[in-house]
């Protein structure tokens, strides 16, 4: 999968003809993975390049930055989750500004996709909308696609448990400590990747030493509280345990106690992935309080979300 960063760089590729798709997809969930797959099918059955294009940054954060979502995947979060997905050819990344704003979507559609991308192919969720005032609809779609002479295909919603999966819905469900019905949405586990920062020292001190993590300012922080997680570190994974505090700590969003690992990873960038809502934070009257009900969290953690068998 190569990635562009501008239609004139993808054009190198697509003298064949591409089948497109386009949107923020953000988080990569399983009505995204629904529409890639479907994309992919139909590339492959006519010959063509199946691309992704997309936008960083999130579009809300140029237009109404004030009610801007959090993010659940990072542009880089996403690249990865798409290469290792493997049914795509190429994602192009356009940046957002005030100029891409303002293009239409007869101008988006005509120069973008069917000059630059030599799109033949067409394929969007249910609700999907682009260009200026997100005037480029799917019933908009419909009537320029003879027009132009492309194939569009609009897909259904996709349900899990009878609930439309959207990333809206996923972000509320990690900010109200649903992380297991988050991740059936998603059909994933939620990364958080960021920076190793320096804290206060306090969980070497209790005997747990933790790695502090910050996060890039647009990504989503889940609920607060105890998760088992596991890091890679390098190409190894690591079981450990995450805590998010409430309110959230200065200087870093996440606090991570890998299990049987010693190494200093100061400044570095870490990939952490909770895999289960452990606990809500809890207040303690007694420093020695807080050490015992750590270790219970380490004792149960390892017990049933160690993921080293699993290890790649």
Do not use: C, W
Request: net charge neutral; aromatic share 8%; glycine share 10%.
């Amino acid at each position: 999968m190569r990635v562009f960063h501008s239609i004139e760089e993808a054009s190198s590729m697509m003298a064949a003809g591409s089948a497109v798709t386009i949107g923020n997809y953000d988080g990569i969930h399983l009505a995204h993975q629904s529409i890639i797959f479907e994309l992919s099918r139909k590339a492959r059955a006519k010959g063509l390049k199946s691309v992704l294009v997309t936008f960083d940054p999130h579009p809300s954060l140029t237009i109404n930055p004030a009610k801007a979502p959090k993010l659940l995947t990072t542009t880089a979060e996403k690249i990865r989750l798409l290469e290792k997905g493997g049914l795509l050819d190429a994602v192009v990344v356009l940046r957002f500004d005030e100029a891409l704003a303002k293009v239409s979507a007869t101008d988006f559609l005509v120069r973008y996709l069917l000059a630059g991308l030599k799109m033949s192919i067409l394929v969007i969720g249910f609700n999907h909308a682009f260009g200026n005032r997100r005037e480029g609809t799917v019933q908009f779609l419909q009537g320029m696609a003879p027009q132009y002479g492309f194939e569009l295909q609009a897909l259904d919603p996709v349900l899990v448990g009878g609930e439309v999966v959207n990333s809206s819905r996923i972000r509320s469900l990690l900010l109200e400590g649903l992380y297991d019905k988050a991740t059936a949405l998603l059909g994933h586990e939620l990364e958080l990747t960021g920076k190793v920062v320096h804290g206060k020292g306090m969980g070497r001190k209790f005997g747990f030493p933790t790695i502090n993590i910050k996060l890039p300012g647009e990504k989503i922080v889940p609920k607060a509280g105890v998760y088992a997680s596991y890091s890679l570190i390098g190409s190894d994974k690591q079981t450990g345990m995450m805590y998010i505090g409430e309110p959230p700590q200065s200087g870093f969003d996440l606090e991570v106690n890998l299990f049987d690992f010693s190494g200093d990873l100061y400044g570095q960038t870490v990939s952490v992935f909770p895999t289960a809502y452990v606990r809500p934070p809890i207040r303690f009257d007694r420093e020695s309080e807080l050490i015992a009900q750590i270790g219970k969290d380490e004792e149960m953690i390892r017990l049933n979300y160690d993921i080293r068998q699993n290890k790649e």
